[in-house]
């Protein structure tokens, strides 16, 4: 079996990155990377579906171990990204999906530097505030801290592989796929094949 | 406009790269590179459709000026690739396809590294075999030639970029087009657009 990849899917809030990633999962071939947490799980959450929770001690021993990707505290709890989840979804050729705020995923970099970067953007900075807008939970100050950050964030496009501009979702999804298919198509993928076609 | 990309098509005889080119080439997208020769057109030959036409002398000029990629003599013709045809196309958002022997093919990676590198590949060395008879051209001894060189030119495969089983032809020109939308999307290629809609 072939192994899958690690797809780091980052983005400014409001790129629509987040859509983008449910509609991908909906395809057998992606597996969404699950975050390990200490909150008390919600009505209708499962473990290892949409968390692996943890206790406060089991989480800092995870920490201790190195077992985490990255992690950070929220609201007095602890959420962090397992690296053995990510690794053995590889293994068995999963191409696993790692959704990721801008911050979050040129730490990644330096763990998982064989993994690919797709940088997902909004259209226009205008069509970004119209969906920000749209959202109508923030005020006109979040909105407009919101959209100086995004533009901070887009200028760090360069650290990424690639650059998926989402006007319309069906054709970013496409994108997405046919760069995960041409990423398989890499000659160093092909070692073992090569060597069946030459020696069998 | 977005420049086109340069694609070297290369693989070992009998891979199907040349039936490959003569699909992708039906979508204007693709333009195949037009070789210089010495030789007299044959009927039908069109100047800059099927090869530029040139004199002993133009040809010598053109070797002297540096103008081709690469050349070689054959039955007492010069065969070259002019650059300047590339070079146009590209700037017209062409993505020029040369289709070129695996020497040959080495030899351009030093003179164009941005060029992207496929190397098409039989699906097994007996699939080569049946389709190097299948052709009736050759005699024994020299199919046997043939599979050994193939052999050598196989092992040539990391120095691509990408491989490119030909086992069902519509599923590889299929790999090929998604490979060269990939590439587009490859975030060197989005300075400007990006920029636009940070400062737009």
Redesign the interface.
């Known amino acids: 079996m072939n192994t899958g990849l690690k797809i780091v899917l980052s983005g400014p809030s409001g790129s629509g990155k987040g859509t983008i990633v449910r509609e991908l999962i909906k395809d057998e071939q992606f597996l969404l990377s699950i975050s390990a947490t200490t909150r008390a799980p919600r009505q209708g959450e499962e473990e290892g579906v949409h968390y692996f929770f943890k206790t406060r001690e089991e989480f800092e021993g995870m920490i201790e171990k190195s077992e985490l990707l990255e992690y950070a505290q929220f609201c007095g709890n602890y959420y962090g990204t397992p690296k053995d989840f990510i690794e053995d979804s590889v293994k068995n050729g999963k191409d696993v999906i790692l959704e990721i705020e801008v911050e979050g995923a040129m730490q990644i970099k330096k763990i998982y530097p064989e993994a690919i970067f797709i ?1 997902v ?5 205008t069509e970004l505030e119209n969906r920000l807008v749209g959202r109508a939970t923030e005020k006109p100050d979040v909105i407009e801290a919101r959209l100086a950050r995004a ?1 901070e964030e ?2 760090l ?9 989402n006007d319309r979702l069906v054709e970013a999804l496409d ?1 997405i796929k ?2 995960v ?3 398989k ?7 073992e ?2 060597e ?3 020696y ?1």
């Open positions: 940088f953007v909004p259209p226009s900075l533009k887009l200028a496009y360069h650290h990424y592989d690639y650059v998926v501009v994108e046919c760069i298919r041409s990423e198509l890499k000659s160093s993928h092909y070692k094949k090569i069946n076609v030459i069998n």
